[in-house]
């Protein structure tokens, strides 16, 4: 509880305290006959407000989706399958997280700058590129245990039943996998909603 207070309640209440007044000054009595919703007028009353928001909610919802599927997949091959390579595929996955936000975003923008016929620069898309390569590793290492705790024997049961392997992992491993799926995908649309340093480069003038 000591936690929460220092690290989330107060910096939270000095934010709101910051945001309701016209200069930022110490908490104090005096300050509060100086409290006024004015800032938050101005704010809403902007015409872009609503625009980056709705922007923000696609994005969030897009990333946490496509981040989620693809790490799927991928947690698939490197536990289930006899593929060669396929740690170095797991080791790929793992660079982003070494690779600073900023200069994800340069290397995008020279890449899609170059590849003038991938229209996604100035999209939204070009963000959902961005934030999906920068969290893939931790949706990776996240199914990936998910993947380790549900034993293959569920899989060979359908395969011998007669499914296919979408069907098998559409109707068996998913649901199974479900709790990890909605913890990745809400854990990575929160980090797409505060990433900054990429979204700041890679944003177009529309």
């Known amino acids: 509880l000591a936690y929460v207070l220092l690290i ?9 305290w910051g945001s309701l ?3 930022y000054q110490v908490p104090s009595w005096e300050g509060l006959s100086q409290i006024s919703l004015t800032a938050f007028q101005n704010a809403f009353g902007y015409p872009q407000v609503f625009l980056a928001f709705k922007n923000t909610l696609i994005v969030m919802l897009a990333t946490g989706l496509f981040t989620v599927a693809l790490g799927t997949v991928i947690s698939w ?3 289930r399958t006899p593929l060669r390579g396929k740690r170095l595929l797991d080791m790929l996955t793992f660079i982003p997280h070494g690779i600073p936000s900023i200069v994800m975003g340069l290397c995008l923008i020279l890449v899609y700058l170059q590849l003038s016929f991938v229209p996604v620069y100035n999209t939204l898309w070009i963000l959902i590129i961005a934030f999906g390569t920068r969290y893939m590793t931790f949706t990776v290492r ?3 245990g998910a993947m380790h705790q549900i034993h293959k024997e569920l899989e060979e049961a359908a395969a011998v039943g007669g499914a296919s392997w979408g069907r098998t992992f559409v109707r068996v491993t998913v649901p199974l996998l479900m709790p990890a799926l909605v913890g990745a995908c809400l854990w990575v649309a929160m980090r797409s909603m505060v990433e900054l340093s990429a979204a700041v ?5 529309q």
């Open 8 to 16: 989330l309640v107060l910096p939270a209440l000095i934010l709101l």
């Open 21 to 23: 007044l016209p200069y």
């Open 77 to 79: 091959i490197v536990v």
């Open 142 to 144: 996240t199914m990936s």
């Open 201 to 205: 480069l890679l944003s177009g003038p």
